[in-house]
């Protein structure tokens, strides 16, 4: 066991795993249904169960008796997104950058090595992201996740020894592939999906350093891929990287 482990509260863990259980896709849970995915039996789970929804983590209906999140987690989530003054920061410049260029534009970091959006601006119709912020996706395929990665080498390298899912056939699933993709990225300053994520969809992401000069974020736009048959690619790299390099001043990087 890891001296760490020594410190580990299994109460503590085991309320966590259970608020884990629900995703986007499975918003309810009946009491036996947790026990099962946890591995456990009811009467042992109940307790845990009880003590989130007394606190607020959990709702359960009255009539179905099943347990969904409760108000306190959409609290404290926004506490967190209140904090995040990129986001304030960089509202202003997404919203022109997406008018600007007819496209939408978005602001993400990296969160348990994948992609996480923190804002979208739309100015183009989307079905690829319908509601975007808090949503994770994969790295390697979108032109954020390459920003991320390319500035992010310790994570890259642990992207690159795990499997890397084919999204499209565009997408890069071969690590050498992409390591030279990111250090292209790396030394060009933006990053391009070629519908990579999203058939029909191309994407151009710049790096967001803070005052310190380290890339915390990265901004992007999306649009149509037909439109580069008659609108230069390299236009929309030219408005996304002065869109970084706004928002990177703003967060008092001198040198953007």
Do not use: W
Request: proline share 5%.
């Amino acid at each position: 066991m890891e001296e760490k482990e020594r410190y580990l509260n299994t109460s503590l863990a085991k309320a966590l795993s259970v608020l884990d259980l629900f995703t986007e896709k499975v918003q309810d849970f009946s009491l036996t249904e947790i026990a099962r995915e946890l591995g456990v039996l009811p009467g042992s789970v109940y307790p845990i169960v009880f003590t989130l929804q007394k606190f607020g983590y959990l709702d359960r209906d009255p009539v179905t008796k099943r347990y969904r999140l409760g108000m306190k987690v959409l609290e404290k989530a926004n506490v967190i997104l209140s904090t995040l003054d990129m986001r304030a920061l960089a509202k202003p410049v997404l919203k022109r950058l997406a008018r600007e260029l007819q496209a939408n534009a978005h602001l993400a970091i990296l969160y348990e090595d994948q992609v996480m959006y923190l804002d979208r601006e739309e100015e183009a119709p989307s079905s690829v992201l319908p509601s975007v912020i808090g949503r994770r996706v994969p790295g390697h395929c979108t032109a954020l996740g390459k920003v991320l990665l390319a500035y992010n080498p310790e994570v890259a390298e642990r992207v690159m020894t795990k499997d890397l899912p084919a999204l499209t056939p565009n997408t890069i699933t071969d690590p050498k592939e992409l390591r030279r993709e990111l250090e292209a990225v790396a030394g060009q300053g933006y990053a391009v999906d070629r519908e990579e994520f999203h058939l029909g969809t191309v994407c151009v992401a710049a790096p967001v350093r803070n005052y310190r000069g380290h890339v915390v974020a990265a901004l992007s736009a999306s649009l149509a891929s037909h439109r580069l048959e008659r609108e230069p690619l390299q236009g929309f790299i030219d408005a996304v990287q002065e869109a970084s390099r706004e928002v990177c001043r703003a967060l008092g990087n001198k040198a953007s």
